[in-house]
C-alpha cells in the first residue's frame, strides 16, 4: 500500500477547497507512478486496497471517495485502451489524471465568471446545502460589487446548509 498517496490525500482532504474526488485522484496517481505492478489487475488490486483505507480516512463521504476512484479505474480498464506494455499505460494514466485534475480545480473560476452574468443586485438566490463550486461562484460575484441575498436550505447528517451560511457571513 502506498503511504506517500495516503499522506497526500489526508493532506489535500484537510484543504476546505479541495473536492475529494479530486484528492481521490491526486493520491491515486501517486500509487500509479509508485507501483511495481506487471499487470493491470496488480494495479487493480493496489488501487483498490488504497481505496478502502481513503473510505476509513474519511468515512462520512464514502460517495465522494467511490465517484472518484471509480472514475479514475474506469479510465484505464476502459476495452478501448490497448497499450502493449504496463508502463506505458502508467504514464498514460498519470498525464491524463493529472490534467483533469488540473482542469477541474481551474474550471471554478470559469464557471464563477459565467455565473456573474446572471447575478444583479438585490436579486435573492436558493441554494441547498455546501458546494466549493457554488461558494465560488458568490465570492467571485461579490468581488464583482454585486450585493445579493442567499437563501439557504439545511441538510441533516454534516450540516452542510449551516457551512455555507458561515461561509457567507
Not at 493532506?11 to 479541495?18: C, F, I, K, N, R
Not at 496488480?42 to 465517484?67: G, H, Q, R, Y
Not at 483533469?100 to 436579486?123: E, H, N, P
Request: charged fraction near 20%; aromatic fraction near 8%.
Amino acid at each position: 500500500m502506498s503511504h506517500a498517496a495516503l499522506q497526500v490525500f489526508r493532506e489535500l482532504v484537510a484543504d476546505q477547497d479541495m473536492a475529494i474526488q479530486i484528492a481521490v485522484i491526486k493520491a491515486l496517481t501517486i500509487v500509479v507512478k509508485k507501483s511495481q505492478a506487471q499487470t493491470v489487475m496488480e494495479l487493480e488490486k493496489e488501487l483498490n486496497a488504497v481505496v478502502n483505507t481513503m473510505k476509513e480516512i474519511v468515512p462520512d463521504s464514502l460517495f465522494s471517495v467511490s465517484a472518484g476512484s471509480e472514475l479514475f479505474v474506469r479510465s484505464f480498464t476502459r476495452p478501448k485502451i490497448d497499450f502493449k506494455e504496463i508502463e506505458s499505460l502508467k504514464q498514460w494514466v498519470v498525464q491524463t489524471t493529472e490534467s483533469v485534475a488540473q482542469k477541474s480545480l481551474a474550471s471554478r473560476t470559469t464557471i464563477s465568471q459565467l455565473f456573474d452574468r446572471f447575478v444583479v443586485d438585490g436579486m435573492t438566490i436558493l441554494t441547498c446545502s455546501f458546494s466549493r463550486v457554488v461558494m465560488e461562484c458568490f465570492i467571485y460575484a461579490a468581488k464583482q460589487g454585486k450585493r445579493f441575498n442567499v437563501i439557504v436550505t439545511e441538510s441533516r447528517g454534516q450540516s452542510s446548509g449551516s457551512a455555507i451560511c458561515f461561509s457567507l457571513l
